[in-house]
């Protein structure tokens, strides 16, 4: 076994930490964290670029037979004491688990034909957006893209998206200006997510071809001058008196009539 690491001052822990509590600290290093066994395994699985990998004593004893058995030449593993491990993590009943991940290296979008996409406008709350993610991984959504929306490698999101996160092509594109006009020179047909009466009901289009559906932030839904330069407004049809839903549950709702 590694020897047992008890300091709070280790350079990696506080690493760990940094990384875990500033966005600014993890673009400027452009690593992020992970915590918990089987996100861990989903990146180890997936190959996501670990750089190190961290347990509890009890963990190590749990499951560090399994995790070992990974291609860890480009990982540096650590073991440290259980009081430690509870002092850097995010949940109340810690499996003991901890990684730090890389940021993958910025993309562009490829809009191949009846492509579907799936534009988060403003979403500020990390569990949101982290199911939206899983949600468009597990309906086959071809790519998420975050528009002025709240840090995608923070612990909230990645904890929220279940692994999702590594199989998902995600995008940063925060210049409304440049995502729109990319959009257009694409043909992408863009409908904005609305609560409007006059909008089309969901329900009744037929999408084809290019399409990305823009879902807004969950108190104000999508500022009026978004939503009038989509290529139109779509809204999901309600009874009684209930006027909006969740922004997550509402997102999977649209990416379900995306699909179809």
Same mark, same amino acid.
């Given at each position: 076994?590694?020897?047992?690491?008890?300091?709070?001052?280790?350079?990696?822990?506080?690493?760990?930490?940094?990384?875990?509590?500033?966005?600014?600290?993890? *673009?400027?290093?452009?690593l992020f964290v992970?915590?918990?066994?089987?996100?861990?395994?989903?990146?180890?699985? $997936?190959?996501?670029?670990?750089?190190?990998?961290?347990? @509890?004593?009890?963990?190590?004893?749990?499951?560090?037979?399994?995790?070992?058995?990974?291609?860890?030449?480009?990982t540096k593993t *650590?073991?440290?004491?259980?009081? *430690?491990?509870?002092?850097?993590?995010?949940?109340? @009943?810690?499996?003991?688990?901890?990684?730090? /991940?890389?940021?993958?290296?910025?993309?562009?979008?490829?809009?191949?034909?009846?492509?579907?996409?799936?534009?988060?406008?403003?979403?500020?709350?990390?569990?949101?957006?982290?199911?939206?993610?899983?949600?468009?991984?597990?309906?086959?959504?071809?790519?998420?893209?975050?528009?002025?929306?709240?840090?995608?490698?923070?612990?909230?999101?990645?904890?929220?998206?279940?692994?999702?996160?590594?199989?998902?092509?995600?995008?940063?594109?925060?210049?409304? $200006?440049?995502?729109?006009?990319?959009?257009?020179?694409?043909?992408?047909?863009?409908?904005?997510?609305?609560?409007?009466?006059?909008?089309?009901?969901?329900?009744?289009?037929?999408?084809?071809?290019?399409?990305?559906?823009f879902i807004g932030?969950?108190?104000?839904?999508?500022?009026?001058? @978004?939503?009038?330069? /989509?290529?139109?407004?779509?809204?999901?049809?309600?009874?009684?008196?209930?006027?909006?839903?969740?922004?997550?549950?509402?997102?999977?709702?649209?990416?379900?009539?995306?699909?179809?």
């Open positions: 076994m590694e020897n047992i690491i008890t300091s709070k001052d280790n350079p990696v822990i506080k690493l760990y930490q940094k990384l875990s509590s500033s966005k600014k600290e993890r *673009l400027q290093y452009g992970l915590e918990g066994l089987r996100i861990t395994e989903d990146a180890l699985r $997936e190959e996501s670029g670990i750089t190190h990998l961290i347990l @509890t004593k009890n963990a190590y004893d749990k499951y560090g037979e399994e995790l070992l058995q990974a291609d860890l030449r480009n *650590l073991v440290i004491s259980n009081e *430690l491990g509870n002092r850097i993590a995010a949940t109340d @009943t810690t499996q003991g688990v901890f990684s730090i /991940c890389r940021i993958p290296a910025a993309k562009t979008p490829v809009f191949s034909d009846n492509c579907r996409y799936a534009v988060l406008y403003g979403l500020q709350d990390p569990g949101n957006v982290g199911m939206i993610i899983r949600t468009a991984d597990a309906l086959g959504i071809d790519g998420v893209i975050l528009c002025g929306s709240c840090d995608v490698y923070s612990p909230k999101v990645i904890r929220a998206t279940m692994g999702s996160v590594f199989r998902m092509s995600i995008y940063v594109i925060n210049d409304t $200006e440049a995502l729109f006009s990319m959009l257009e020179k694409e043909n992408v047909e863009t409908s904005a997510a609305v609560i409007d009466e006059d909008a089309v009901k969901v329900t009744d289009i037929k999408f084809s071809g290019r399409q990305a559906v932030n969950e108190g104000n839904g999508l500022p009026h001058d @978004t939503a009038m330069r /989509c290529s139109r407004r779509i809204t999901i049809p309600m009874n009684g008196t209930i006027n909006s839903l969740n922004a997550a549950m509402a997102a999977g709702i649209l990416m379900w009539e995306l699909k179809k």
